[in-house]
């Protein structure tokens, strides 16, 4: 699909920059790239040219690379000039370049929409190359920029091929059904490998919170009796661990956040009210607070003043916890009592590069294998779920006839189609895109 205008955007990041790249699409690529650059350049190799404004003055001086289409990343004819990277430079090279006939300002993503409705990337790859641009630590580079190569997609549709073989099986059956050179085990194979494939996407959909540890980060919450060092073991941590990625405002006045990177892997750690029996109603509510957000911790750490142990009641059994004695320097000699995970002191720096190598232990173990094949959101878990409900009621439905389970195994087909935007995927394209920045 050609577009009939084309589209121009700056394609480098923040001005001020050594150098600025824009980008144009389109067809009126060609005649903008003969008129700035005083005429054509090679195909695919970079050319030093001077630019020249509309009304015969030199913009600058940089590199021209023309991509012919159909073999660009959108698809279209593409050029990139990479000018010297000042406001002003790349802001008149802008306005000329959008002030031609048939060329405008990109909307985000924009580049990589045409990229997709001219079938150079699936919708997966899509989402991926976002997450690629957004990526932040080493895990969420590797996760992306393997789904970004297709390795996701190609999982998809691997299934989707084994479905589509497996119906045209089961019609096969149908249609020679009188006839006697047609193996009865034709069916049990089919079913077979629909029992495996079932097996093979909920062990794919199992590793979904893995992927949601890579992207949104390895939860930790900090809980303890109030005075038992919470706030001190947090800013500890912030102030240890030199790669803090952001400090996320948007927290309660109660529940502080901060977003370390531990070996590559994101990793946010909460401080919490202290839990007690609250003489007030502000303090009742940010315990509430604490109580709620250790649920969806994926580790808890439990700190307990040494010096004045106050056990903490109704915190959640089933999930992961390090019960720490904090305060150590005020033990002296003395032993202390009942086991604890771990000792620390933030006054003496005791325990704490121990505790942070735990803690980060700890979020690369949930993440598992980097290399392993995950669902990367949401949408794709709800529509492999889909596809395992309809494969489930096809195995089991026997009775209903082999034409009414082939048409189950088509909308399972379906719905992994719909994943990767081979089918009807019009409705989710705004979504998709809108996570872009401009010149993507
Ligand atoms: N000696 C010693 N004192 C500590 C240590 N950690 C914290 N403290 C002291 O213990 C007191 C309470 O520390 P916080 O970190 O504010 O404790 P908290 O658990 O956040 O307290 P709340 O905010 O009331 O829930 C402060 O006076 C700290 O200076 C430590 O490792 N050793």
Known sequence: MISDDSIVALSSGRLPAGIAVIRISGPKTRFVVETIAGGMVKDRVATLRKLWATDGSLMDHGLVLFFPGPTSFTG????????????????????????????????????????????????????????????????????????????????????????????????????????????????????????????????????????????????????????????????????????????????????????LDLNGVRVRVTDTAGLREAPGKVEAIGIEKARAKAHTADLMLLLEDLANPVAISEIPADIPALRIGTKVDLLKDQRPLGAYDAFISTVEGTGLAELLAEIGGRAAAAIGDVGDILPSRLRHVELLNETKRFLASALSGEERGQELRAEELRLAADRLGRIVGAVDVEDLLDVIFSQFCIGK
């Not at 997609?153 to 073989?165: D, F, K, Q």
């Not at 059904?177 to 069916?187: K, T, Y």
């Open 76 to 259: 279209e004819d593409v050029a990139e000039f990479h000018v010297h990277g000042g406001r002003a430079v790349a802001g008149r090279m802008l306005e000329t370049i959008a002030g031609f006939d048939g060329v405008r300002h990109a909307e985000p993503g924009e580049f990589t929409r045409r990229a997709f409705l001219n079938g150079k990337l699936d919708l997966v790859e899509t989402e991926a190359l976002a997450d690629l641009v957004n990526a932040e630590t080493e895990a969420q580079r590797r996760f992306a920029v393997q789904n970004a190569e297709g390795a996701q997609s190609a999982l998809y549709l691997g299934w989707r091929r084994r479905l589509i073989h497996a119906r045209a099986m089961i019609e096969a059956e149908i249609d020679f059904s009188d006839e006697e050179d047609v193996p009865g085990s034709v069916s049990d194979t089919v079913w077979s490998d629909v029992r495996a494939m079932i097996d093979e996407i909920s062990r794919h959909i199992d590793g979904f919170h893995a992927a949601e540890i890579i992207r949104d980060g390895f939860e930790v919450v900090i809980l303890g009796a109030p005075n038992a060092g919470k706030s001190s073991l947090f800013n500890a941590l912030a102030r240890r661990e030199a790669a803090i990625v952001t400090d996320e405002p948007g927290t309660t006045r109660d529940l502080l956040e901060v977003v």
